[in-house]
T-cell receptor
Framework: AQKVTQAQTEISVVEKEDVTLDCVYE???????LFWYKQPPSGELVFLIR??????QNEISGRYSWNFQKSTSSFNFTITASQVVDSAVYFC????????????????FGQGTILTVHP | EPEVTQTPSHQVTQMGQEVILRCVPI?????FYWYRQILGQKVEFLVS????????KSEIFDDQFSVERPDGSNFTLKIRSTKLEDSAMYFC???????????FGPGTRLTVL
């Protein structure tokens, strides 16, 4: 069974600080997909990134970067120079793929990390 | 940019009543999902739907729940007889393929009194 753990329930930082959100996953599949979603106070779920299990390259998108390490089953998310608008709940999620093509994409979410960025 | 839409944004109902939550997935997507999020908790998978049938469902998705794609654009979640514990935010999502990125609608907040 797949599982995602976000051990940090809440993080509070001051604007311009860097912050890293941790995500650890468990799966028995060799093919899987990892995601990060942002849930701002308005409540919608906003897609941030998708990574497949065969691509361990780190990714940077503006102030956001992601560090995928299969050896530790982690997919951490760093926000550089945080801003008040980054305040949200961030969810890490896992979808198991199936080499036989029968994956229907069920997402298993972590508990989420509440990030508060103070001015 | 195409997006998933959901109606209504907020539904209030009495315990025991039937509710239907509606979603319009992104038009070229083939996989459809419902998730729910009880206030302050994580997002939980309910059901996936592909090729006009349920492809996977969770333990939460019991006989009180059903899904339907009544036409080429809508995707609905029906709760036959609502309970207090069904109060949650219900999210619809769609993707082009199974393991592809799922794009979520804005959610329907269901309140059962």
């Amino acid at each position: 069974a797949q599982k995602v753990t976000q051990a940090q329930t809440e993080i509070s930082v001051v604007e311009k600080e860097d912050v890293t959100l941790d995500c650890v996953y468990e799966t028995r599949d060799t093919t899987y997909y990892l995601f990060w979603y942002k849930q701002p106070p308005s409540g919608e779920l906003v897609f941030l990134i998708r990574r497949n299990s065969f691509d361990e390259q780190n990714e940077i998108s503006g102030r956001y970067s992601w560090n995928f390490q299969k050896s530790t089953s982690s997919f951490n998310f760093t926000i550089t120079a945080s801003q008040v608008v980054d305040s949200a709940v961030y969810f890490c999620a896992l979808s198991e793929g199936n080499a036989g093509g029968t994956s229907y994409g069920k997402l298993t979410f972590g508990q989420g990390t509440i990030l508060t960025v103070h001015p | 940019e195409p997006e998933v839409t959901q109606t209504p944004s907020h539904q209030v109902t009495q315990m025991g009543q039937e509710v239907i939550l509606r979603c319009v997935p992104i038009s070229n997507h083939l996989y459809f999902y419902w998730y729910r999020q009880i206030l302050g908790q994580k997002v939980e998978f309910l059901v996936s739907f592909y090729n006009n049938e349920i492809s996977e469902k969770s333990e939460i998705f019991d006989d009180q729940f059903s899904v339907e794609r009544p036409d080429g654009s809508n995707f609905t979640l029906k709760i036959r007889s609502t309970k207090l514990e069904d109060s949650a935010m219900y999210f619809c999502a769609s993707s082009e393929a199974g393991p592809d990125t799922q794009y979520f609608g804005p959610g329907t907040r269901l309140t059962v009194l």
